[in-house]
């Protein structure tokens, strides 16, 4: 099993950043793929980046340019740093551990941006 929990949620002004943990434990294997997703309300979950454990980084179109995902494999955490946010980046975000057929998930953070 693998567990993971978010931080690093808030509110922050149009503009403003923030900067996104997923701490995880259990099971994790060396070869996963790392991401974060958001969901906002009344729509779908919608990706938003991942990072592979070998480095590879993709992002939604959206958020390319402004966010950053990184991750530090001896701790098994992956972070989304967060840079000129907009009131569209408001939604609750997750992160999931993606390894080999298994897709875990956190609970959430929420993420508010202010006009």
């Known amino acids: 099993q693998v567990q993971l929990v978010e931080s690093g949620g808030g509110l922050v002004q149009a503009g403003g950043s923030l900067r996104l943990s997923c701490a995880t434990s259990?099971?994790?294997?060396?070869?996963?793929?790392m991401g974060w997703y958001r969901q906002a309300p009344g729509k779908q979950r919608e990706w938003v980046a991942e990072?592979?454990?070998?480095?590879?980084?993709t992002y939604t179109a959206s958020v390319k340019g402004r966010f950053t995902i990184s991750r530090d494999n001896a701790k098994n955490t992956v972070y989304l740093q967060m840079d000129s946010l907009k009131p569209e980046d408001t939604a609750v975000y997750y992160c999931a551990v993606r390894q080999l057929i298994h897709t875990y998930w956190g609970p959430g953070t929420q993420v508010t941006v202010s006009s």
């Open positions: 259990g099971s994790i294997f060396s070869r996963n793929v």
């Open positions: 990072m592979t454990s070998g480095g590879t980084t």
